[in-house]
T-cell receptor, first 113, second 115 residues
Framework: TQLLEQSPQFLSIQEGENLTVYCNSSSVFSSLQWYRQEPGEGPVLLVTVVTGGEVKKLKRLTFQFGDARKDSSLHITAAQPGDTGLYLCAGEPGHFGNEKLTFGTGTRLTIIP | DTGVSQDPRHKITKRGQNVTFRCDPISEHNRLYWYRQTLGQGPEFLTYFQNEAQLEKSRLLSDRFSAERPKGSFSTLEIQHTEQGDSAMYLC?????????????FGPGTRLTVL
């Protein structure tokens, strides 16, 4: 059983469109992080959310942590080809964390010029 | 020091051979992690160190795997008697111990292919 479920698994959209990807769990997480990974490279940290209901913005990317700290979403506005990549959510299960990160299976995003 | 580095980036070996990978973390980070990632999956935790102490090992880390961080700086991951199932991307990450937040920064990974 996957602790963190990401949806959709694959998403292919035209440049300029908006999109939202989701990260869901039945477990509480003390914090949750979003990474972007390109082929053959390690994941690059985009953002960390800690407080339930927290919203963080990174240029055209908006990240939200669910009120109950069990889920998160990533919204991209006016997607660009440079947004193409594998988006991974990862978190520390439990109210106080436990050092190691549990990763979702990822959403593979392709932006078509 | 601009980030986590790993060496080599790619390793091709024959089944039964031993391989060793190196990870150099961000210099002020006291925590170092090893993960394994197979195609189509997210990274899976293998083990982590706080300074030189290895504090947790996953059940994924069989007896053929050993990791060290002798001086609390760089770390090595050795796989003995490699098997085809060991083929994967091995990722290293480091973090600075902070209350409530565990922001881990990853290296570029070592891609292992066992023939």
């Amino acid at each position: 059983t996957q602790l963190l479920e990401q949806s959709p698994q694959f998403l292919s959209i035209q440049e300029g469109e908006n999109l939202t990807v989701y990260c869901n769990s039945s477990s509480v997480f003390s914090s949750l992080q979003w990474y972007r990974q390109e082929p053959g490279e390690g994941p690059v940290l985009l953002v960390t959310v800690v407080t339930g209901g927290e919203v963080k913005k990174l240029k055209r990317l908006t990240f939200q942590f669910g009120d109950a700290r069990k889920d998160s979403s990533l919204h991209i506005t006016a997607a660009q080809p440079g947004d193409t990549g594998l988006y991974l959510c990862a978190g520390e299960p439990g109210h106080f964390g436990n050092e190691k990160l549990t990763f979702g299976t990822g959403t593979r995003l392709t932006i078509i010029p | 020091d601009t980030g986590v580095s790993q060496d080599p980036r790619h390793k091709i070996t024959k089944r039964g051979q031993n391989v060793t990978f190196r990870c150099d973390p961000i210099s002020e980070h006291n925590r170092l992690y090893w993960y394994r990632q197979t195609l189509g999956q997210g990274p899976e935790f293998l083990t982590y160190f706080q300074n030189e102490a290895q504090l947790e090992k996953s059940r994924l880390l069989s007896d053929r795997f050993s990791a060290e961080r002798p001086k609390g700086s760089f770390s090595t991951l050795e796989i003995q008697h490699t098997e085809q199932g060991d083929s994967a991307m091995y990722l290293c990450a480091s973090s600075l111990e902070q209350r409530n937040i565990n922001e881990q920064f990853f290296g570029p990974g070592t891609r292992l292919t066992v023939l």
